[in-house]
């Protein structure tokens, strides 16, 4: 489940562990009318060392709550890859 209103939202793993995420950002897909958000929990990759970014599909539970569905699709990962990289160069423009 996921509070639209918090920039966090806790995910329970495999193991019945809560671990704590951060939301990067959200954002919808014209083409398919789909909301998406991109979140970390914080942990690195292994082999890089860079921090580890997730993508799940927003959507409403039966109750009106928010959850979070996996992505299925090759293309949606191609959205979701070319919306982290405009966003990326954005973030690095304004550093600049």
Do not use: R
Not at 29 to 52: A, C, Q
Not at 69 to 91: C, F, G, H, N, R
């Amino acid at each position: 489940m996921i509070d639209e209103n918090e920039n966090t939202f806790i995910v329970v793993n495999e193991a019945g562990e809560e671990i704590l995420c951060d939301i990067l950002f959200t954002f919808d897909n014209n083409e398919n009318g789909k909301s998406y958000v991109v979140y970390t929990d914080g942990s690195k990759d292994e082999v890089d060392g860079k921090i580890k970014v997730f993508a799940s599909i927003i959507d409403k539970s039966e109750n009106g709550e928010t959850i979070l569905k996996p992505v299925e699709t090759q293309k949606e990962w191609q959205i979701i890859q070319a919306t982290l990289s405009t966003v990326i160069d954005e973030v690095n423009k304004t550093d600049e």
